[in-house]
T-cell receptor, first 109, second 115 residues
Framework: QKEVEQNSGPLSVPEGAIASLNCTYSDRGSQSFFWYRQYSGKSPELIMFIYSNGDKEDGRFTAQLNKASQYVSLLIRDSQPSDSATYLCAFSEGYALNFGKGTSLLVTP | EAGVTQFPSHSVIEKGQTVTLRCDPISGHDNLYWYRRVMGKEIKFLLHFVKESKQDESGMPNNRFLAERTGGTYSTLKVQPAELEDSGVYFC?????????????FGQGTRLTVV
């Protein structure tokens, strides 16, 4: 069974720090990887996707992919209290997404 | 532009009853997906429509679940009869295209509680 593993947290970081969220996956054939953010009671919203090895930056967010190690991470620079949410890692299997359980992030003022 | 909307937001029903969930995708999105999150578990794929056609329903738990998308617009997911293990949050998502890098937009979900 293809799996996505995430530490459930909560991960607590002080405001202004870098939050590092990690994810491993079991399917070596996976091609595209996604990070979704979900506030409590709200819909998951896409933050970034990455499909090439290396780093991809978008504003305060950087996604890192290492296919050899089957590892994808999300760095959030200058963390803000508004970043407090659950972050879901997913990989695409054709059109369907395979999600991890998510990591809860708490940014403290 | 309206996002993906789901109705109802919450539903509490008794075991053995029937419940129908509705999803209105973003206008113009041919692709519609249903997902489910059971408490303590990850979000799991249920099925995928392209317009009115079911492309993949491999994630549907059993034949108590029936999804339709008549006319290729909104979709319904019916659970009949509901069991306790059907409790969870049912998400609908839509996308303009398929493919690995296509963004899927999610609705806020319907929280179903079977008692």
């Amino acid at each position: 069974q293809k799996e996505v593993e995430q530490n459930s947290g909560p991960l607590s970081v002080p405001e202004g720090a870098i939050a590092s969220l990690n994810c491993t996956y079991s399917d070596r054939g996976s091609q595209s990887f996604f990070w979704y953010r979900q506030y409590s009671g709200k819909s998951p919203e896409l933050i970034m996707f990455i499909y090439s090895n290396g780093d991809k930056e978008d504003g305060r967010f950087t996604a890192q992919l290492n296919k050899a190690s089957q590892y994808v991470s999300l760095l959030i620079r200058d963390s803000q209290p508004s970043d407090s949410a659950t972050y879901l890692c997913a990989f695409s299997e054709g059109y369907a997404l395979n999600f991890g359980k998510g990591t809860s992030l708490l940014v403290t003022p | 532009e309206a996002g993906v909307t789901q109705f109802p937001s919450h539903s509490v029903i008794e075991k053995g009853q029937t419940v129908t969930l509705r999803c209105d995708p973003i206008s113009g999105h041919d692709n519609l997906y249903w997902y489910r999150r059971v408490m303590g578990k990850e979000i799991k794929f249920l099925l995928h429509f392209v317009k009115e056609s079911k492309q993949d329903e491999s994630g549907m738990p059993n034949n108590r679940f029936l999804a339709e998308r008549t006319g290729g617009t909104y979709s319904t997911l019916k659970v009949q009869p509901a069991e306790l293990e059907d409790s969870g949050v049912y998400f609908c998502a839509s996308s303009h295209q398929t493919g690995g890098n296509t963004e899927a937009f999610f609705g806020q979900g319907t929280r179903l509680t079977v008692v």
